[in-house]
């Protein structure tokens, strides 16, 4: 079983910076794959940014391309979300999952339990 454990949420304002951390442990080989989630008040989960923790290949949402960024140290088994020019609607609790297959909005195989995330205007 993989345990996958969030840090770094807060509060900040419009505009400012924030980083999360995600740390995956429990297994010998951690799963390759790793990305963020989230879910603001009455929405639906959705899909922030993966990373392939191999290669470093990343994708992203288009609400959070140019800027967020998401980078990894596989040494520490953990990767990060760098996210600058926050906007009240980056609001949100952000998960974050590791899956063995899969890159992209369809990963879930080992979930967090969330971050909190809000962004005052």
């Known amino acids: 079983q993989v345990q996958v454990v969030e840090s770094g949420g807060g509060l900040v304002q419009a505009g400012g910076s924030l980083r999360l951390s995600c740390a995956a442990s429990?297994?010998?080989?951690?799963?390759?794959?790793m990305g963020w989630f989230r879910q603001a008040p009455g929405k639906g989960r959705e899909f922030v940014a993966a990373i392939n923790r191999s290669t470093g290949y990343t994708i992203y949402a288009d609400s959070v391309k140019g800027r967020f960024t998401m980078s990894r140290d596989n040494a520490k088994n953990t990767v990060y979300l760098q996210m600058n020019s926050l906007k009240p609607e980056d609001t949100a609790v952000y998960y974050c999952v590791a899956d063995e297959r899969r890159l992209g909005a369809t990963m879930s195989d080992y979930w967090g339990q969330g971050t909190q995330v809000t962004v005052s205007s």
């Open positions: 429990g297994r010998t080989f951690s799963p390759y794959f």
